[in-house]
């Protein structure tokens, strides 16, 4: 009788189940070997296994649907950088999993590592450090080829300025062209020639050929001509504007030279840079350089490129230029006894950097005081004109020269001059007195002198005339002027008046050529005489009037002016020239002064 089976239970079944998916993952030959491999003295487990084909089907059906379904999937397509990522990660995996232990090669201690993160630290540190150097020395480079090319540039305009004056620098020297004989210049040929033909007599004078000029006004530039490009005071060459060196100008007062020595040196020493006129660069103008010529000591004055500074100027470029200029007057003050220094000025001078004017005669917002600064020393040079015996001379005039006015920078040559008219004037005087016999002719002449600057002809002529009316366009004499007066005895005194007013105004305003005007002394500029003064003189010479100028003392400077002038005056047909002779008061140099004595036509017939 056969056994019967009992149902499997709950928990069989369940071992069943967990039987059936290991086999699915190991295969059917694990399925197979598992099922060989099982105890075969259970029997009733085979016995089991082979009653329940059912279930058997149908995980081998689902296997083969599995199989089937992945078979018919295509894998995915990943992009190289994927699968390098994905490698990338798995080696930081294997790495981060392969930490050495301690005892392992390797290995490093918390202290150890760290100092190693110290050490990364630091190096990034420096190669940051370093880039940004590579990134500032390229920035410097560049620079560098910047400044480069601005100083070829600035070597090329150099090389076009020595190109451009290369022929006008044929003589080192350019007031000595005719000094080996100084009355062979082209104008003084000239002078002798006009008067010549108008047959006139004409004597030319000349005194000493060195050491004469007492006056010196000289532009300081940068040389052109050496590598280090030192500072230069000098002259410019004649319709240029090329600097020349003249350590050692033999017109020059010694004390002049001496002082140029100085102060080339102490400008490259303490960084005074000179004035550039291409650029309006620098600060240092001109230097102006007056001897008194009793003492040898000079007055210097600096023309500075600058509105007069202020207390509270806060612009930077102003407070340094300010303190260098402290600096340079502190240094030439301390030195006053080695360049035997009489006085020191600063001249404000801000003008465009083309202007021609040395001085700023009040162009800008600052008044013409404000303009000049008396650092040190006296405020004036004295003068007084040494004449001879034979002019008589009642008393000294003692004349004052700050360095806002004229002054002749060949004032022992000047004297003659002077002289010259002093000895007319007494000739003039007798004979006027010997022609007629009536008290007004027995009374001393008056005077007019126009362009009389301080006063230097006309308070010379003060014991020769009853009065004496000088007059200037430069408002500065007038100081000059009475302070001279008021040294004279009470007697001379009383009879200098000073008008600060150019010759035009003074003439049509104060109506001097027709009020006490017998003599008349022009000394105008080189330009000549203004042409309403001209007229002027023509029409109060006029027949009939008896106050108008009846003798004309003419000084010019300016010999093509003079030809100008003396043509309208004896073409009137009421002047004539009675005496005339040349002065050389720039030996060297292509210039004359001319001293001229016109009389009124009409004046024997009154």
Request: proline share 5%; charged share 25%.
């Amino acid at each position: 009788m056969m056994q019967t089976i009992p149902p499997p239970t709950n928990t069989e079944k369940r071992k069943r189940r967990r039987g059936a998916k290991g086999r699915e993952a190991q295969g059917s030959g694990s399925i197979s070997s598992s099922n060989n491999t099982t105890n075969t003295h259970h029997e009733p487990a085979k016995a089991v296994a082979l009653s329940t084909p059912n279930d058997d089907d149908k995980v081998v059906s689902l296997k083969r649907k599995i199989e089937q379904s992945l078979a018919l999937q295509k894998p995915p397509i990943l992009h190289k950088n994927v699968h390098e990522t994905v490698n990338t990660c798995n080696e930081k995996a294997n790495k981060k999993q392969k930490v050495p232990q301690q005892g392992d090669p390797g290995f490093l201690t918390k202290t150890q590592m760290r100092n190693a993160r110290k050490r990364r630290a630091k190096q990034r540190k420096g190669q940051q450090v370093a880039d940004q150097t590579e990134s500032t020395s390229k920035t410097k480079k560049s620079k560098k080829k910047q400044q480069q090319k601005q100083q070829q540039h600035q070597q090329q305009q150099q090389q076009q300025r020595k190109q451009s004056n290369k022929n006008a620098l044929g003589n080192n020297d350019p007031s000595l062209r005719y000094i080996r004989d100084p009355k062979s210049a082209p104008l003084v040929k000239k002078a002798k020639a006009y008067f010549a033909e108008k047959e006139i007599p004409f004597n030319v004078y000349l005194e000493k050929v060195t050491g004469w000029r007492t006056v010196s006004k000289l532009p300081v530039r940068r040389a052109d001509d050496d590598d280090q490009q030192s500072c230069v005071i000098g002259l410019f060459q004649p319709g240029s504007h090329a600097i020349v060196k003249v350590p050692d100008y033999p017109s020059h007062h010694p004390s002049i030279n001496k002082a140029i020595r100085f102060l080339q040196e102490q400008c490259d020493e303490m960084g005074v840079e000179p004035f550039n006129e291409f650029d309006g660069s620098g600060i240092l103008r001109y230097v102006c350089i007056n001897v008194e010529r009793s003492t040898g000591k000079i007055q210097l004055t600096l023309v500075w490129k600058s509105s007069p500074y202020k207390d509270d100027d806060d612009k930077l470029q102003e407070k340094e230029d300010k303190d260098i200029l402290h600096k340079f007057c502190n240094r030439v003050v301390s030195m006053a006894d080695t360049i035997q220094l009489h006085s020191l000025w600063v001249h404000f001078n801000a003008q465009w950097k083309h202007a021609d004017n040395i001085f700023d005669y009040g162009s800008g917002s600052s008044s013409k005081d404000d303009l000049w600064k008396h650092i040190f020393g006296p405020r004036h040079i004295e003068e007084v004109l040494s004449f001879p015996p034979s002019s008589k001379m009642s008393e000294k005039v003692t004349l004052f020269f700050p360095p806002n006015v004229f002054r002749q920078a060949n004032l022992d040559a000047f004297t003659n001059i002077v002289n010259k008219i002093r000895m007319y004037i007494k000739n003039y005087t007798q004979l006027r007195q010997t022609a007629s016999s009536t008290a007004n002719n027995n009374q001393l002449p008056t005077c007019v002198e126009l362009y009389g600057g301080v006063g230097t002809i006309g308070l010379n002529l003060c014991d020769l005339v009853s009065k004496l009316v000088c007059s200037d366009e430069n408002p500065h004499n007038k100081a000059c002027f009475e302070r001279s007066v008021a040294m004279l005895s009470s007697n001379n005194r009383n009879k200098c008046v000073h008008i600060p007013k150019n010759a035009s105004d003074v003439i049509r305003q104060d109506h001097v050529l027709l009020n006490n005007c017998e003599i008349l002394v022009v000394d105008p500029p080189r330009k000549g005489l203004d042409e309403y003064v001209t007229k002027s003189i023509i029409d109060a010479s006029s027949t009939g009037r008896v106050n108008g100028p009846k003798l004309l003392v003419y000084v010019s400077c300016g010999f093509d002016a003079f030809i100008r002038d003396s043509e309208m005056l004896l073409s009137s047909g009421k002047w004539s020239i009675d005496k005339a002779e040349g002065h050389v008061l720039f030996p060297g140099a292509d210039a004359i002064e001319t001293l001229a004595f016109f009389k009124r036509v009409d004046y024997g017939e009154e």
